[in-house]
């Protein structure tokens, strides 16, 4: 088990990181805001606010929420269980938001239509301070149960 906890220490340290790069993109876009047509610069940012969101989403439901299962000796699930399980131990406030973040994740890795691009921008605009309320939730709650200071 102490090895366990030695991965999601490493890994919270992971996203720690990914969580501050993904708070800087969403205060920068926050100041663009969501209009009819952007600057290539200001596509850039959101490309950078979309892809960072996509990947801190993947580390969180994918990787720390799978790494506490195990440490918690639990039988692992699909993603969906993992997100349940989550809202469950307090991590996140609400499964289906969670579900509708997973979703929007997948939208992003798979998208190509630029007419999609603003429908897109404001659903990460929405989400991502939920997804950054839940790493400070998750971190409190790693503190808490096995000692890992981040």
């Known amino acids: 088990m102490t090895s366990i906890i030695n991965l999601l220490a490493e890994e919270l340290g992971i996203l720690k990181e990914a969580a501050n790069v993904l708070d ?11 209009k009819k047509a952007y ?3 200001e596509l850039e940012s959101f490309d950078s606010l979309t892809s960072r969101f996509a990947r801190l ?11 506490i299962e195990k440490a918690d000796l639990e039988i692992e699930g699909g993603i969906r269980d993992s997100i349940n399980k989550a809202e469950k131990k307090g991590l996140i406030t609400d499964a289906d938001t969670f579900i509708e973040i997973r979703e929007l994740r997948n939208t992003i ?6 007419e999609t691009y603003k429908e897109i921008f404001v659903k990460v605009m929405e989400y991502a301070p939920v997804l950054l309320n839940s790493v400070e939730k998750v971190k409190i709650f790693c503190k808490e149960k096995y000692g890992i200071l981040s």
């Open 57 to 67: 989403s993947d580390l969180l439901i994918q990787k720390i929420f799978k790494m």
């Open 109 to 114: 890795a798979h998208e190509y239509i630029p």
């Open 39 to 41: 600057t290539e610069e």
């Open 24 to 34: 800087y993109s969403y205060k920068k876009c926050n100041k663009i805001e969501i």
